[in-house]
């Protein structure tokens, strides 16, 4: 009887274990999975791909999913999740203490564990002569054939126009995407860097990124990079009035959850220093928990005022500002 209960036991230890389905693919969230490993022996399997096609997997997978914990990134992203009855409430006092209400979908089927700021980045060189200083500028006729931005489709844009239109309705936010269309150096082309080198390489005179692709750019290896992110001028927009428009990397429980004892303790490990101190020092990203310091690199950008807008609102409005983009002609 002993045998078999020590069997059952080191049975038990072998099944502590979270199966982690991830759109990331960073080295701080392997940093994060070993140190949550280190230090409470529970062991994480990762599944990585599009977030769409992790979701369909789930989906398809359904109750006899492995899955425990889905995580992606933008709000629009995750509210897609949610749509798709995927994620299951999960009860923390402790992330709900330590994660801003804007940031977390308030029955506890996901939250923020990081942000990123959709910043302006400006050459630097003209950065007085322009004066850009809010995303309304980027509209703004003076600056005719000086924006780069990337495609419509893309979620970080589509979450930025969400956004105004929860804030200030859909045709003020059609007018500012006419106006930025307007306004655009070249079509559409590339990811958030792309547009970054674009300002450096003087095609363009703004871009709109989100803030760690200009801080990858700084710390590259490659002196091109680091002479790249030297031309450009970072703005946090909006500073006058509601601030810089901010996403969420965010992660929730999966509703068939195999193992959601462990789920909730790898979840609840997120909201930690430890881990959040990984995201800001590895993926650049900002803490979700303002308590926690912040590296020298995120420290340099400045202080700054941050919209505090209710990110579930990104995913609301998400298939409107894709209409919108459309109309727009943003490719
Ligand atoms: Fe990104």
Known sequence: LALAAALAASGSCLSREVNIYSSRHYASDQAIYAEFTRQTGIAINRKEGKPEELLQLILAQGQASPADVFITVDAGNIWKAEQANVLAPLDSPEIRARVPANFREESGLWFGVAKRIRMIFVADAQAAALNV???ADL???RLKGTV??????????LSLLASFIAENGATAAETWA?????NMARPPEGGDTDQLLGVASGQCSVALANHYYFLRLARDAAP???AAAA???????????KGAHANITA??????????????QFLEFLVTDKAQGYFADLTNEFPIVSSVPLPAALQKLGAFKVNDA???SYGKFQAEAQQIFDRAGWK
């Open 139 to 141: 509209a703004d006729p």
């Open 133 to 135: 200083n809010s995303y």
């Open 224 to 226: 091109d990079s680091k």
């Open 251 to 264: 992660a929730g429980l999966v509703r068939w959850s195999p193992h959601p004892a462990e789920a909730k």
């Open 148 to 157: 780069c931005v990337r495609q419509s489709s893309n979620v970080y844009n």
């Open 310 to 312: 209710d990110v579930r």
């Open 231 to 241: 031309k450009l001028k970072p703005v946090f927009p909006d500073q006058s009035g």
């Open 178 to 182: 006419k106006g930025v269309v307007s």
